[in-house]
């Protein structure tokens, strides 16, 4: 096995939830995620912090495969 191999073996499993054991206590990363944007958006709506004029937003689309959303489209 090359490094190369190697380090996409790793990437790999990391991404599979393979390299550390999972808690199935843990919440999914997609509510995580949503909380972290609700808390934002209370911040800027308080005006603690300032909003991200580059914020991506990440989703998988019908045909199972991840897009990249950047507030521009609805």
Do not use: F, H
């Not at 972290?36 to 911040?43: D, H, N, V």
């Amino acid at each position: 096995m090359t490094g190369k191999q190697l380090r996409n073996s790793i990437l790999q499993w990391a991404i599979q939830g393979k390299l550390v054991p999972q808690d199935p206590n843990d919440e999914p990363a997609s509510v995580l995620l949503e909380r972290i944007r609700e808390e934002k958006a209370r911040l800027v709506k308080e005006k603690k912090i300032k909003r991200d004029k580059n914020e991506t937003i990440i989703y998988r689309g019908e045909d199972n495969s991840y897009y990249r959303n950047n507030g521009l489209i609805a």
